[in-house]
């Protein structure tokens, strides 16, 4: 099973909600990332966890809130967002084999904020 | 400053062609190399990966190839069919922790004509 699954893949919030992103691998990775991708443009990372603790933050505003819960699952608490955090929002895994270290992406949630 | 280049930033083939993207990177001190796919609205698809001490990798009708000296990877593929068309994505990690970040380029836009 190489698949990262994202819920929901859809969301609309208005500026004043707190809404939460999920994302779950069960390939016993011990890193998950988080990334944002404007349309036409590259992932840009977010957040790092290693071995369920965050290691590398990228500058991300407050209103971006990571969590991981345990080492299937990452969370993304949002509030008091703005309209120019409308993204897709990648979930992505990774974890280092004899063939190097391969990062596996979801399907991604695409966010919209009016 | 450590940075991925793409290009063209968007090519359009007839079926049948066979083609190459290219990468070009700054620093050649690479840890690893990853070549993604991604459909529109969709998450990435990993393609290929090429470790710094490797110089190609192939899978199917794709052949990644990587020369740290010029700061180049190219990805060839061969036979190009309509459901090729996608958007094709570099990222380079730098940095040999389990937590290293990809840098991504813009992305080459393929479309295959039939």
């Known amino acids: 099973d190489t698949e990262v699954t994202q819920t929901p893949k859809h969301l609309v919030m208005g500026m004043t909600n707190k809404k939460s992103l999920k994302c779950e691998q069960h390939m016993g990775h011990r890193a998950m990332y988080w990334y944002k991708q404007k349309a036409k443009k590259p992932p840009e990372l977010m957040f790092v966890?290693?071995?369920?603790?965050?290691?590398i933050n990228e500058s991300v505003p407050s209103r971006f809130s990571p969590e991981c819960p345990n080492s299937s699952l990452l969370n993304l608490h949002l509030h008091a967002l703005q309209p120019e955090d409308s993204a897709l929002y990648l979930c992505?895994?990774?974890?280092?084999?004899?063939?190097?270290?391969?990062?596996?992406f979801g399907p991604g949630t695409r966010l919209l904020v009016l | 400053k450590q940075e991925v280049t793409q290009i063209p930033a968007a090519l359009s083939v007839p079926e049948g062609e066979n083609l190459v993207l290219n990468c070009s990177f700054t620093d050649s001190a690479i840890y690893n190399l990853q070549w993604f796919r991604q459909d529109p609205g969709k998450g990435l698809t990993s393609l290929l990966l090429i470790q710094s001490s490797q110089r190609e990798q192939t899978s199917g009708r794709l052949n990644a190839s990587l020369d740290k000296s010029s700061g180049r990877s190219t990805l060839y593929i061969a036979a190009s069919q309509p459901g090729d068309s996608a958007t094709y994505l570099c990222?380079?990690?730098?940095?040999?922790?389990?937590?290293?970040?990809?840098?991504f380029g813009q992305g080459t836009t393929l479309q295959v004509k039939p």
């Open positions: 966890y290693s071995y369920e603790k965050l290691s």
């Open positions: 992505a895994s990774s974890h280092r084999d004899r063939l190097g270290e391969t990062q596996y």
């Open positions: 990222a380079v990690r730098w940095g040999s922790s389990n937590t290293g970040k990809l840098i």
